[in-house]
C-alpha cells in the first residue's frame, strides 16, 4: 500500500505541476489522463504483492489476465473520455500516454524488488 501512495502523490503532484505550467485550459484532459493509468496501476500493484505474499505461483495466472482486463479498460476508458467527455485529444492522449509509461516502469521497478526478496 505504500507504494501506491507514492504513486498517488507523484502523480497528483505532477498534474498539478503540468497543469500549473501548461495553463487551466487543460487542466481537465491531463487530470483524466492520468486518472485511468493510476488507478490501473495501483489496483495491479496491490493484487500482484497480495498474490506474491500469499501464493507466488498464482502470479503468472494473475498477470495474464490483468493484462486482458487492462487492455478492455484502456480500450472503453479512452474511447469514453474522447467521445463522451469531450476531452481535447492531443493534451488527453499526451497525459495518458506519459502516466501510463512512467506508472507501468514504477511498478516494474517494484517488482523487480519484491522478485528479489525486498
Known sequence: MRAVRWMIIGSVGSALLIIGIAGRQVGREIAWGMLGPLVAAG???????RTYVRSPERLTGLMISGFATKMVF?????????KLLGLHPVP????FTGYFI????????LMRRLFAGG
Open 92 to 95: 488527453f492522449v499526451a497525459s
Open 102 to 109: 512512467v506508472l507501468y516502469a514504477v511498478e516494474a521497478l
Open 43 to 49: 489496483v495491479s500493484w496491490v493484487l500482484v504483492e
Open 74 to 82: 484502456f480500450g472503453g476508458y479512452v474511447a469514453v473520455m474522447l
